[in-house]
């Protein structure tokens, strides 16, 4: 896709973080280029020269082992995207699972086979080299190409040692089949803890082979599977716009498919319905339910002459609106483009197994030749130097490197959704280590997002019962939001309401209508003046002081005189402010960020104890916010359910989003708050900084244990067999410790 930067290329085949530094330092080798590839979205953004051919770019990252393409434009992904919701539409992914599948009813034989004495009968090797040669073969085939690539390219990654470790004890196992004594019939498999030089010619290791290669692949299946919902927030995007439209040709409508709507088109928009494009109001009044694009919780009122944007809802009378803008030009077309740009300019987060086996490969394997050689040196036997060789690449092979970061983070992760927490990915958890602010979204978020009547003033001598229920019988004759919050709150507090007759909406000012034989009025104070009926300045001060604070009131009247007024708002959750001291409890400074007005957001920031509050801002504004904060120096965290939040969650150091709002927030988020509940913020920024804590953990010990038996190994004194197993107990270790974040406990109270 050409974008005013440049051109952002669809990147395929990085197994790792250190093939996207790889592709981005051959990128860059080129005159006037300037590349960032994302390992996480899997995607290259790439600044050129004016008039560069693409398809040198294309050229170069295929020259270096891997693919490359130019993205299909919005209106074709969009068009497939139901198919690409699937497994079946990534054939990487496919693949990858077809081989887990595979590798796991072929292993558990084999390690079972290897471990327990009593199920090896006569012929058992034989029927484990049948089980395993397909695993090693078939299901490693990934790793053993990506190694050959690596090879060709004069590089080594994890692969590397995969594929070295798996086929050295393949190939060991079979010469001790075919010309060792390890396939006699009868032949046992016992573990000997015995530290003494041995030719290793009666021992296979075949279980240590097939039971890596089913590990790492579990570990690159589930990495792959959530690595590919990054995409995710752009397809929720576009799928969030009316898909049809009736336009008016010669004053009859006619329905057509959004995508051929043009500029000066003509179009309905029932009560309802999702307001199809941009444009300008040509007739007709109601109220406009914006919520979903600008985080204001109060539909906006339209006349004739007013701008609407495409995707928000019509939630009163019918409207005719003109199109002004189409198809890319929209704001929900730049809030997509928004998304896009903040996923793939997100800095890049390497595993530490990655960026450490740039320098454990080569040096284990300088090892095992080197332990190669210096035995032959020595004047030892061929199979004695091969069997200190093999122990040493067996001894490395990264098994317990491969379930440092999955075990953890699916133990983690499994913790985390009976909490209400779920965790995208291993890459999330290393911001929540140094995040110090975050950042809150109001509607939805710190409120609950929906109008409810929070206050009944009435005038002296004026029954407050009677008043809700004649105001709330009237209210609910109408479909406006705010009249839908009187009317139940209304009929909560005194039950069963009245059926008004004669009931009529008054243009942007209100309604009336007769209820129990009164002549009955709603809405604005100046719908009363027309009629000559004036507050009292006690209720109008009443009135004042509510509206200052961001409140929406509504006056009533009856029998010639106002009667009492009716304060709507949209509520803050029980939970927001235990929420609030918890997030400060973890170091973290919590800043309101909101499209409402600066009155509102200051009484919600008072009442659940935020101090900074940042108001009045549009979708791009709250991005340009984030990156202010950012370049501060400050790591931001945010919490948003919205589509307007989404370009700024993605945006972020760490995206959290409700599990209550909308699709496109979720998937450009980094952690979903099933619940939500604002206090889930807290545990999933507890539990992501303890799962990350797990997993280096794990990582250490796992490359200690490396460090410490390989000498031992080169100097001869651990067999393949047992190395086997030291590699087992290493894993057992790392999956124990992993299962220890089961009993993690919410830091907040239930």
């Known amino acids: 896709m050409v974008t005013d930067a440049g051109i952002e290329l669809k990147i395929g085949g990085m197994t790792c973080a250190s093939c ?37 770019l294309v050229a170069l990252v295929e020259k270096t082992g891997y693919t490359a393409a130019l993205p299909r434009p919005q209106g074709a992904e969009s068009a497939g995207s139901g198919a690409e919701d699937g497994e079946s539409s990534d054939p990487e992914l496919t693949s990858l699972k077809e081989r887990l599948i595979g590798a796991a009813m072929l292993t558990v034989p084999v390690i079972a086979m290897a471990m327990v004495p009593a199920l090896q009968f006569a012929y058992w090797q034989w029927a484990s080299l049948t089980l395993a040669a397909p695993v090693i073969v078939w299901a490693a085939w990934p790793f053993h190409k990506a190694a050959w690539a690596n090879l060709c390219h004069g590089t080594a990654t994890m692969d590397t040692l995969i594929s070295m470790g798996t086929l050295a004890a393949f190939l060991w196992s079979l010469y001790a089949l075919f010309l060792g004594t390890a396939g006699t019939p009868g032949m046992t498999h016992p573990f000997e803890f015995t530290i003494a030089p041995s030719d290793g010619t ?174 032959l040196g020595a004047g030892f036997p061929v199979s004695a130097a091969f069997t200190a060789a093999v122990a ?72 407050r019962a009677e008043l809700l229920r004649l105001a709330g019988a009237l209210e609910d004759a109408s479909e406006h939001p705010i009249a839908q919050a009187v009317a139940k709150g209304a009929a909560d507090e005194v039950g069963q309401l009245p059926t008004p007759e004669d009931f009529a909406n008054i243009e942007g000012k209100g309604v009336q209508g007769i209820v129990d034989g009164h002549a009955v009025l709603v809405g604005r104070e100046s719908l009363l003046a027309d009629w000559s009926q004036r507050l009292s300045p006690e209720i109008a001060a009443g009135k004042a002081a509510a509206e200052k604070e961001g409140k929406t009131v509504v006056a009533v009247g009856w029998g010639g005189r106002a009667r009492g007024v009716l304060v709507v708002a949209d509520a803050v959750k029980p939970t927001s402010a235990e929420a609030i001291q918890g997030l400060k409890d973890l170091g973290l400074t919590p800043v309101l960020l909101t499209g409402d007005n600066e009155a509102v957001a200051r009484r919600i920031a008072a009442e659940v104890g935020i101090d900074q509050v940042i ?19 400050k790591v931001v965290a945010m919490v948003g359910d919205g589509v307007n939040d989404a370009p700024a969650l993605a945006q972020t150091d760490l995206g959290l989003a409700l599990g209550t709002g909308t699709d496109v927030a979720i998937e450009a988020s980094d952690i979903t708050l099933v619940r939500g509940d604002l206090r889930a913020a807290v545990d999933a920024t507890g539990l992501s900084r303890k799962t990350l804590g797990t997993i280096k953990t794990n990582l250490f010990w796992a490359f200690a244990y490396n460090v410490a038996a390989i000498p031992v190994a080169a100097l001869g004194m651990l067999n393949p067999m047992l190395a086997g197993a030291a590699m087992a107990f290493s894993s057992v270790f790392v999956v124990g410790n992993s299962l220890r974040l089961r009993g993690f406990r919410s830091v907040t109270r239930d």
Request: net charge negative; charged share 20%.
């Open 392 to 463: 040493v690449l067996v001894i490395a092979c990264p098994c317990a490197l491969g379930l440092a970061t999955p075990t953890a983070l699916l133990v983690g992760t499994g913790r985390g959704a009976q909490m209400g927490v779920l965790i995208k990915g291993p890459e999330v958890l290393e911001s929540t280590r140094t995040v110090d602010t975050v950042v809150l979204d109001k509607t939805g978020t710190v409120t609950t997002g929906k109008m409810i009547l929070t206050e009944v003033i009435a005038e002296p001598g004026v029954d």
């Open 20 to 56: 996207a530094n790889r592709i981005e330092k051959k990128l860059n080798t080129l005159d006037g280029v300037t590349a960032t590839v994302n390992y996480a979205t899997e995607k290259a953004k790439v600044t050129i020269p004016e008039g560069y051919d693409p398809a040198l």
């Open 202 to 375: 009666a021992n296979i290791y075949l279980e240590a082979a097939a039971g890596v290669t089913m590990f790492i692949l579990a570990g690159r299946y589930f990495e792959k599977r959530s690595k590919r919902q990054a995409g995710g927030a752009l397809r929720a995007l576009l799928e969030l716009g009316a898909k049809d439209v009736s336009i008016l040709r010669d004053g009859v409508e006619v329905k057509i498919p959004t995508s051929e709507l043009a500029v000066g088109d003509e179009f309905v928009v029932r009560p309802g319905e999702k307001i199809a494009t941009d444009g300008v109001v040509v007739s007709g009044t109601s109220a406009v339910d914006a919520s979903m694009l600008t985080g204001e919780s109060v539909p906006v009122e339209v006349v004739a002459g007013d701008a609407v944007t495409g995707a928000t809802v019509n939630a009163g009378g019918r409207l005719v609106v003109r199109a002004s803008r189409v198809g890319s030009d929209t704001q929900l077309a730049q809030m997509a483009k928004l998304v896009e740009e903040a996923q793939t300019g997100k800095a890049e987060v390497q595993r530490l197994a990655d960026r450490i086996s740039g320098v454990f490969v080569p040096i284990v394997i300088v090892i095992a030749v080197a332990t190669l050689g210096a035995w």
């Open 615 to 633: 108001a009045e801002v549009l979708p791009k504004d709250k991005v340009d916010v984030v990156t202010r904060l950012q370049g501060e120096g």
